[in-house]
T-cell receptor, first 114, second 112 residues
Framework: KAGVTQTPRYLIKTRGQQVTLSCSPISGHRSVSWYQQTPGQGLQFLFEYFSETQRNKGNFPGRFSGRQFSNSRSEMNVSTLELGDSALYLC?????????????FGPGTRLLVL | GESVGLHLPTLSVQEGDNSIINCAYSNSASDYFIWYKQESGKGPQFIIDIRSNMDKRQGQRVTVLLNKTVKHLSLQIAATQPGDSAVYFCADLDTGRRALTFGSGTRLQVQP
């Protein structure tokens, strides 16, 4: 079974631009979560989607948004990019996002904002 | 908010030795814990998990111990190999938010 895939793997943008990242979960997984990883803040939860609905959101500004499609694929968007948005963005999937359910991570998209 | 933290940022061991990575958590309501391994340029890779109704769980060369009294979690790696060199994270699943809370990570360096 293929793992979680993320595209693109690397991205360079300038301040003020917007960016869209894509995530395809493991086949059969319907819950998709996004995390931001930086050296300073570590791994932080952004949001979680299930059945095309955002169920939970972390402590990030409204510039960070996402969506999920009927095939469970998910995208996240960051508008008006800031230098501090440079990070590794990780997507994780699980069956239904239930209690005590393991989340499996993709390789991440490394975003550099100049 | 609640947090999951690690005692040591870097652990250096000799190849063939056993490694122990520790983690403290603060949320007394935590009931599910996961250890992840992250190699350079890759996403976190699931190693082993444990539920709060257990105090020990074993996998292939890895053992996780949970002490709920002192809110402490540890990962033991037997016969550490060069391929085990990576950053190890413990994480706690907040089942209400369906969000993982990660510790800061421990870098394991295996010396040949």
């Amino acid at each position: 079974k293929a793992g979680v895939t993320q595209t693109p793997r690397y991205l360079i943008k300038t301040r003020g631009q917007q960016v869209t990242l894509s995530c395809s979960p493991i086949s059969g997984h319907r819950s998709v979560s996004w995390y931001q990883q930086t050296p300073g803040q570590g791994l932080q939860f952004l949001f979680e989607y299930f059945s095309e609905t955002q169920r939970n959101k972390g402590n990030f500004p409204g510039r960070f948004s996402g969506r999920q499609f009927s095939n469970s694929r998910s995208e996240m968007n960051v508008s008006t990019l800031e230098l501090g948005d440079s990070a590794l963005y990780l997507c994780a999937s699980s069956l239904v996002g239930g209690a005590q359910e393991t989340q499996y991570f993709g390789p991440g998209t490394r975003l550099l904002v100049l | 908010g609640e947090s999951v933290g690690l005692h040591l940022p870097t652990l250096s061991v000799q190849e063939g030795d056993n490694s122990i990575i520790n983690c403290a958590y603060s949320n007394s309501a935590s009931d599910y814990f996961i250890w992840y391994k992250q190699e350079s340029g890759k996403g976190p890779q699931f190693i082993i998990d444990i539920r709060s109704n257990m105090d020990k769980r074993q996998g292939q060369r890895v053992t996780v111990l949970l002490n709920k009294t002192v809110k402490h979690l540890s990962l033991q790696i037997a016969a550490t190999q060069p391929g085990d060199s990576a950053v190890y994270f413990c994480a706690d699943l907040d089942t209400g938010r369906r969000a993982l809370t990660f510790g800061s990570g421990t870098r394991l360096q295996v010396q040949p």
